[in-house]
């Protein structure tokens, strides 16, 4: 047993320097989120924006510096880089307004979770007549809610709100059916669209 542990162990250590090197190279990704995300203290102001660009800038110009001594890590230095200057316009944008959050994490599992309710109520696949049918609407449909919820809900109904509502409700829902065969069927989509002015001009004194 003792010749099969040396066996493992020996095989392991041409991974060593690799493994080091890209557990180095994985902090300064948790180092770049920190620095993205700072915690909030109880007492302490929420860091400006400026002051975030700032740290991140610095931070990224010793990687730079370190990368000039460490030909091993320039190639991911230089990708860091690259990413970070391409993003750099709009990656700052959530520190100005706070109502906006610094991911999309949440709303992709959000929306993840809906599909997958869809999925198991109407055992298909596809869930691209379910948005057709409520576009934007769809995030106010909870299956979980109970009875109690949804009439709570219903108390707060103002009917003049509503339908206001609900004729945006029908021009956003037609805009998305019309995108919808236009991108399956652009011929009959067409045909359909020429059809209509030919009545319009026709009608037209």
Known sequence: MLDQLLAVVQRRQPFTAPYRRLHHQRNWLVQL????DPPE???QPRPTRREIQYQVKAFLSQLERHAQ???A???VVAHIGATFR???PRLFACYAWPERYRTNNELETFFGRLRTRQRQIHGRKSVHEFILRYGEWAVFLDPSESLEQVLKRFQQFDQVEYDREYERFLKTQHR???LYRFRHH???CLKELEHQW???VRRKP
């Open 73 to 75: 890590d320039a190639a």
């Open 69 to 71: 001594h460490h030909p």
């Open 86 to 88: 391409q993003r750099w």
């Open 186 to 188: 652009p011929r009959r």
């Open 41 to 43: 203290g109880e007492g």
């Open 176 to 178: 998305l059916q019309v």
């Open 198 to 200: 030919a009545e319009v």
């Open 33 to 36: 989120d920190r620095l993205l």
